[in-house]
């Protein structure tokens, strides 16, 4: 069974950092691309980052890059995000979500997803 | 890619058969997902290539369009499907989704 266990969210102030993480099982997890999609409270979804497999060619949102770098660790079965320069328009919870395609290579499609973790920026 | 989708709120009963419409500002082929949200919960795949169904989804979710048209239709409403529902466009770079279609109860 496919399981993605998002944590690290928490209250930060403007300008602080946080690094979320997300321990995935169930699958083969550098066989997948994986993302974060954020949902500010009662909004809609915003896809934020996105890796490949291998965990090479990141991708970013306009919104978050420069600011936001993800990662992760296949060792570990492990994917980050470190969030800097958190702005009180960041505030959101934070999804992990497992790419739907085989190959590793990133397609935006997600076929699982996390149960979330709340970040909240704000003074 | 900016992906609009109408309407924003829906009341509908059980039994009733109903679309959301999804529209994209570009050409975006044939990608495109549809997905189902519960308050509290994580967005779930129902619908993947336009009008590919997910596993495991039951039958009365159907997609369809290509192009910059799309719509989600599901048969006959059960309890279960007052939620609310999200395009994604995959096609390129930036990945973005539609505003959200919420599901009432009447």
């Known amino acids: 069974e496919v399981q993605l266990l998002g944590s690290g969210g928490d209250l930060v102030q403007p300008g602080g950092s946080l690094r979320l993480s997300c321990a995935a099982s169930?699958?083969?997890?550098?066989?997948?691309?994986m993302s974060w999609v954020r949902q500010a409270p009662g909004k809609g979804l915003e896809w934020v980052s996105g890796?490949?497999?291998?965990?090479?060619?990141?991708y970013y949102a306009d919104s978050v890059k420069g600011r936001f770098t993800i990662s992760r660790d296949n060792s570990q079965n492990t994917l980050y995000l470190q969030m800097n320069s958190l702005r009180a328009d960041d505030t959101a919870v934070y999804y992990c979500a497992k790419d739907a395609e085989t190959s590793g290579s990133f397609w935006a499609l997600f076929d699982y997803w996390g149960q979330g973790t709340l970040v909240t920026v704000s003074s | 890619i900016q992906m609009t989708q109408s309407p924003s709120t829906l009341s509908a009963s059980v039994g009733d058969r109903l679309t959301i419409t999804c529209r994209a500002s570009q050409s975006v082929s044939g990608w495109l997902a549809w997905y189902q949200q519960t308050p509290g919960k994580a967005p779930k795949l129902l619908i993947y290539k336009a009008s590919s169904l997910e596993s495991g989804v039951p039958s009365r979710f159907s997609g369809s369009g290509s192009g910059t048209e799309f719509t989600l239709t599901i048969s006959s409403l059960q309890p279960d499907d007052f939620a609310t529902y999200y395009c994604?466009?995959?096609?390129?770079?930036?990945?973005?989704f539609g505003q959200g279609t919420k599901l009432e109860i009447k």
């Open positions: 169930g699958f083969t997890f550098s066989s997948y691309a």
């Open positions: 890796i490949s497999g291998s965990g090479g060619s990141p």
């Open positions: 994604q466009q995959y096609h390129s770079y930036p990945y973005t």
